[in-house]
């Protein structure tokens, strides 16, 4: 295969590792909350309960900037692309 877009490719490597850094990051912080006892966790403070719901948001995020990342990737493959979006 080879690559017909390298400036797609540079940005779609890049977005798969900032996804992968998101996921990783945050992943055990999700792990941790989601492990608390359910009277536990009713017993935090409202800041804590709003870090957890910040943090599955921003899973989210990780994912979807992932996915973008390989489908620009597999976008640069593609011969439509040779000369950009134009």
């Known amino acids: 295969?080879?690559?017909k877009n390298a400036s797609l490719?540079?940005?779609g490597i890049i977005l798969l590792v900032l996804g992968t850094l998101i996921i990783i990051f945050d992943y055990p912080?999700?792990?941790y909350f989601e492990s608390i006892d359910f009277?536990?966790?009713n017993s935090l403070l409202v800041e804590d309960k709003e870090i957890h719901r910040r943090l599955l948001?921003?899973?989210t995020i990780g994912i979807?900037?992932?996915g973008i990342g390989g489908l620009l990737?597999?976008?640069s493959f593609l011969k439509r692309f040779e000369n950009g979006f134009r």
């Open 29 to 31: 912080q999700i792990e």
């Open 39 to 41: 009277k536990l966790y």
């Open 57 to 59: 948001i921003e899973f």
């Open 64 to 66: 979807i900037i992932l």
């Open 1 to 3: 295969m080879e690559i």
């Open 9 to 11: 490719f540079l940005v």
């Open 73 to 75: 990737i597999a976008g």
